[in-house]
């Protein structure tokens, strides 16, 4: 089996890839991934049942093997990305995506520190009333790392130097970290001055072994704190209001990687601070970038009014279109009674303290009329249920993230590839059918409980692109596109897709340090309609909302994620939408919709992400390339890229 086409190899070998050995530019093949995905399967597998596998069961994951292998479905990016490894088996909250916790006390930030850690997506509901500021103003100074390798102590401490005076040592390790923002939360009530030191932090740049991930250095995590300490200081002698605790959670969410980062933060609509959380991300690149982290969503409980959604998308639209979401969480507590919040991208419907761990299937790669696919949506399901038989009790976390996984068993088998299947109700209801027995089956064998949930659908901008189909339940801009992705320049591909022909130009944002390369994308099962020679995706507010219903309906039990692209113009046919189908609607994302027969420089921008063209150009320039050679070749960590159009999910 070979990748469809060069974009997906790529994006494959520099999101999920592993290094075999580094030092010769060797990486994991696609055969190399699939089989540590299928070994963390057995170990979760043979764990639960307390026995080594029998003949049938392993031939059961041979049959997930080849599903995997050749991109029928897929696990999760983290699963991608860490299964099978030491740290998958040991801190096992890092194989899962979605994540949610109210956020009252030290305890619940030094546990979403530790997840984002662990490249887990973090929804979050601010709560005040236990989190505080300094007792009295406290002088923060701090010695930062200068080490040329891995740091040296593990551990991280809270020494007291003299009186009022104490030293807070960050280890250099994930514990080390969260630990040391809990320590940070409660300094003893006499301290005058604080000295933070990060020199045992070691050197950005490195490859960190148990993860894999790129080391991001001190000095995201020394410019973070610094911040905290100046809000600590600035409510001394008070507690900590709701804006106040997202501030301190997005600053978290800065020390990581892009990839390893999502944040959604939601605050009821009758939330005395909410109006203030509305305006929280107003023009906040000036002085506070770092709320450009999370998304900010209300949560409506109870049938808003015409003019209260006038309202939010007024506010919407004064902050760019998309900001700040609106959830509908008396729909969410009918679909899951133990709902409080979502993950980043929306499409889990989370308890206080809960996980779920995500698998999807592109159903493009199967047609309507063929029966495989209810045999692979089984077999996808099953292991999905297997990987709630998971262990949260690592050290870090509190309790309740384990009891909670261990009653709710969130699964969420996804479907992506809608647009190029076009699925027929009575077909998604087939497929729905089968995951739900699927996940009770493997329970009955398993002894455990049954899950409360088991389908969803999420963005997937990754995983589709590595199976080369179309996004989640997104259509397309056009039939044909160029797709316009970001390289280093130092990344070790850049002069081999140069020498296969594919075009490039310097990043317009940052040309000193990118180059955008254009890659050529296809959708023949696509429908489109024809303008000036461009087969394009017209598709109005209205028709993407009814097929969000359409997948809620007949498909969903969580949510489905969706990124409804609107002209401010059909504001009166999306809030007509929205009153009439209340009791179905859970929460969209939103973003203004571009012309897709405009190019960048019709619209003003130096480039577009993906610009459709015209089957002439895209033939003409496919006649252009060469294959690419990615034979021993080094590879770069994702520069950032937003996978979501609205920034909200670059977890993968």
């Known amino acids: 089996m070979t990748f469809k086409d060069t974009r997906a190899e790529i994006v494959h070998r520099r999101t999920y890839s592993r290094p075999v050995n580094e030092e010769l530019g060797i990486f994991e093949s696609l055969d190399d991934t699939t089989n540590r995905i299928i070994e963390h399967q057995q170990w979760l597998w043979e764990r639960a049942l307390g026995r080594q596998l029998h003949e049938e069961e392993l031939d059961e994951l041979d049959e997930l093997y080849e599903i995997f292998y050749n991109l029928e479905a897929s696990p999760s990016g983290r699963t991608r990305w860490l299964g099978g490894t030491d740290v998958a088996k040991t801190r096992e909250a890092s194989q899962f995506n979605c994540s949610f916790n109210t956020v009252r006390t030290p305890s619940d930030v030094v546990d979403a520190f530790w997840l984002l850690l662990q490249g887990c997506g973090v929804g979050f509901k601010p709560e005040t009333g236990v989190l505080r500021g300094f007792h009295r103003p406290v002088t923060v100074t701090t010695i930062r790392s200068k080490r040329l390798k891995k740091g040296g102590r593990e551990n991280t401490c809270l020494d007291r130097l003299v009186k009022g005076e104490y030293r807070l040592t960050i280890g250099d390790s994930a514990e080390g970290w969260a630990k040391s923002v809990g320590k940070l939360l409660t300094l003893p009530a006499d301290t005058k001055r604080l000295e933070l030191d990060f020199s045992a932090i070691r050197p950005g740049g490195q490859r960190l072994e148990g993860y894999g991930w790129i080391s991001s250095g001190d000095a995201t995590l020394a410019d973070a704190y610094q911040k905290i300490c100046d809000i600590l200081n600035l409510r001394h002698g008070n507690l900590l209001d709701e804006i106040d605790i997202l501030d301190v959670m997005n600053l978290l969410g800065t020390t990581l990687s892009s990839r390893r980062s999502a944040e959604i933060a939601l605050l009821d609509i009758n939330n005395d601070k909410v109006h203030e959380f509305i305006d929280a991300k107003k023009d906040h690149w000036v002085n506070r970038p770092w709320r450009g982290q999370s998304n900010n969503s209300v949560v409506f409980w109870s049938k808003p009014s015409r003019l209260e959604l006038e309202g939010v998308f007024a506010k919407m639209i004064e902050a760019g279109g998309s900001e700040p979401g609106f959830i509908n969480g008396a729909a969410a507590k009918r679909r899951a009674p133990w709902f409080k919040g979502v993950n980043p991208c929306a499409e889990i419907m ?35 249920y297997r990987q709630t038989c998971v262990d949260f009790r690592d050290g870090i976390l509190q309790p309740g993230w384990h009891e909670s996984n261990d009653y709710l068993r969130l699964m969420g088998v996804g479907i992506t590839g809608i647009a190029a299947a076009n699925p027929s109700k009575e077909y998604l209801q087939a497929l729905r059918a089968a995951a739900h027995d699927a996940a009770r089956e493997m329970a009955d064998e398993l002894g455990t409980p049954y899950s409360k ?44 897709l140069q020498a296969a022909g594919y075009r490039n130009f310097a990043d317009p944002y940052a040309p000193e340090d990118a180059l955008i390369f254009s890659f050529p994308v296809k959708w023949d099962t696509v429908e489109f309609e024809e303008v000036d020679g461009k087969h394009v995706n017209l598709d109005t507010a209205v028709d993407q909302l009814e097929k969000y219903k359409m997948m809620m309906d007949h498909y969903v039990d969580h ?46 921008y130096p480039y577009l992400p993906q610009e459709v063209i015209t089957e002439e150009e895209y033939e003409a320039y496919v006649a252009e390339l060469n294959e690419v050679d990615l034979t021993h070749t080094d590879i770069m960590e994702d520069p950032e890229d937003p996978s979501c159009a609205t920034g909200a999910c670059p977890v993968r």
């Open 453 to 496: 949930a088991v389908t969803t659908i999420k963005p997937s901008g990754t995983l589709s692109k590595i199976m080369s189909t179309t996004e989640g339940v997104h259509k397309p801009l056009g039939k044909y596109l160029i797709n316009n992705v970001k390289f280093s320049v130092n990344d070790p591909l850049v002069p081999r």
């Open 350 to 384: 989370l308890g206080d303290s809960s996980f779920c761990n995500l698998v999807e299937i592109d159903i493009s790669k199967f047609g309507l009329h063929n029966p495989r696919i209810l045999k692979v949506m089984r077999l996808v399901a099953r292991a999905n």
């Open 559 to 604: 949510n489905c994620s969706v990124t409804i692209s609107y002209d401010p113009k059909e504001l009166n046919e999306i809030i007509n939408w929205l009153l009439d189908n209340w009791d179905t609607y859970v929460g969209v994302s939103w973003i203004f919709r571009n012309d897709p027969t405009k190019t960048a420089e019709d619209l003003g």
